[in-house]
């Protein structure tokens, strides 16, 4: 019944609408940690010691790039996120869960729209969604500054009263709960890998976090079933 109101459902990308344990992640985090040491003339471990330095501080590797080195996001978005995503499997049990929701869906992420459009694709779950909110149409400040969140509603005539969102990280859905959406920590299955850091791992008794699943496309199903 806490979703009986919901007609926009926001999911955010990475570690969600893919599981943790998929590859991907730290395919695009060896990505960061190359770019720096050919940016820097770092060994591996001085580089990846500053990635999480700058991903911890500021949100996001490349806002710290932005704000303390003046770098260009266009060729930083492009080297971090030119991966291999044959990994990842079509998941027609969560493109139908999607499908099922009542009202718009919506992506919601820190990375780039090519990104997130070639992963959906891969997923199989591209034509469920309306549109992507990058991390360019952020003006490149990411989750969870709340500015990101007012530039997503204003720009897709969100009602955060209305709406619910998915997220793997617990700090990120602070705003979203504080604005009204029904927030939903999305977290691995049992015994599966999980490539996040230990700080992205934490949160799930926040009281901005309102359901936790391990299951999304079962979650999803269920909520689908009910409306």
């Known amino acids: 019944m806490r979703f009986a109101h919901v007609d ?17 992640w730290p395919k695009i985090d060896q990505r960061i940690t190359l770019f720096m ?5 770092l060994d591996g471990l001085s580089s990846r010691a500053l990635q999480k330095y ?5 949100g996001t590797t490349l806002r710290g790039l932005m704000e303390e080195h003046a770098i260009s996001s ?6 971090v996120h030119d991966i291999d995503r044959s990994s ?9 869960a999607i499908t099922q929701l009542p009202g718009r869906k919506l992506i919601l992420t ?5 990104h997130a459009l070639r992963t959906a694709e891969q997923l199989g779950i591209h034509d469920m969604f309306e549109d992507i909110f990058d991390i360019v149409a952020a003006d490149l400040v990411p989750k969870p500054a709340a500015e990101t969140y007012q530039r997503f509603f204003d720009r897709h005539a969100v009602d955060p009263t209305r709406a619910a969102m998915f997220e793997d990280i617990s700090h990120n859905l602070a705003v979203p709960h ?14 599966a890998d999980d490539h996040r850091e230990p700080w992205e791992i934490a949160g799930a008794h926040e009281p901005h ?4 699943t391990n299951d999304l496309e079962s979650f999803l199903t269920g909520l689908g079933r009910e409306a």
């Open 74 to 79: 266009d060729e930083f978005l492009q080297f």
């Open 110 to 114: 820190n990375g780039s729209r090519e």
């Open 54 to 58: 700058y991903y911890q501080r500021y």
């Open 178 to 191: 504080a604005r009204g959406m029904v927030t939903t920590l999305v977290t691995p299955k049992l015994g």
């Open 37 to 41: 040491a050919h940016m820097f003339g």
């Open 209 to 212: 976090v309102e359901f936790v």
């Open 88 to 96: 990842l499997v079509p998941n027609h049990t969560l493109a139908q």
């Open 8 to 24: 926009t459902w926001v999911f955010d990308l990475d570690n969600t609408l893919y599981p943790p344990s998929s590859d991907l």
